[in-house]
């Protein structure tokens, strides 16, 4: 029996997912100055025809990165706002877990990093990326409305600034284990620590 024929559009899918597929691997592996575009569709399998296909550019292809990360982060963290009621200790568990697996996801990390400094040598794709950015920064405080009550009562401004505090300490926490390869619930309860001081009730 033959294999199911597929559509032009699911082969245009396929070649647009392991592209993307090598890019993260590639950029994570090697750093973002020593990958180009055709290292990642060589990767792939494909030409750099294929790239140029899906992708207007690098930066392009860059911010398809950034944005498919952030996507499933705000997926799993709403997941978990699902899963856990909002009953407060299985809150405190799932987010428990959650920080778990953002503190070994050591691929996104350094992509992550990778794409900060690219952003602050490049006034152009700096401009795109903070719009990303701030984007995922909004859906994180809907998140947090969710998760904690006592974040609404905070004004405009505080609400930022501990926003601000919240993601900079989770990012800082997830590289110094990233190096350190000790043990993962000692950075997890620092966060947990530090969310109780940031936000009161959390």
Known sequence: MK????????????????????GFHLISEQGYSAVSIRNISKYAGYTQG?????????EDFLLTLLKIQFEQENQQLQ?????????????????????????QHDEWL??????????????VFSNEYQQVWQ??????????????PNFSLAESSQRESKL???????YGLALQYMIFKD????????MLQQLDLIIPSA
């Open 3 to 22: 294999p199911a024929k597929i559509s032009r559009d699911e082969k245009q899918i396929q070649t647009r997912n392991l592209l993307i597929e090598a």
């Open 164 to 170: 601000l505090e919240i993601i900079s300490l989770s």
């Open 135 to 148: 984007n995922h920064q909004a859906q994180i405080l809907e998140v947090l409305l969710q998760l904690i």
């Open 110 to 123: 350094k992509i992550s990093i990778e794409l900060q400094l690219y952003a602050a040598r490049d006034p």
């Open 50 to 58: 294929a790239f140029y296909s899906n992708f207007e550019h690098k």
């Open 79 to 103: 997941k978990m706002i699902t899963q856990a009621n909002l009953a407060k200790p299985d809150l405190k568990a799932a987010l428990e877990q959650w920080f778990v697996d953002f503190f």
């Open 183 to 190: 043990d993962i619930h000692k950075y997890v309860n620092i």
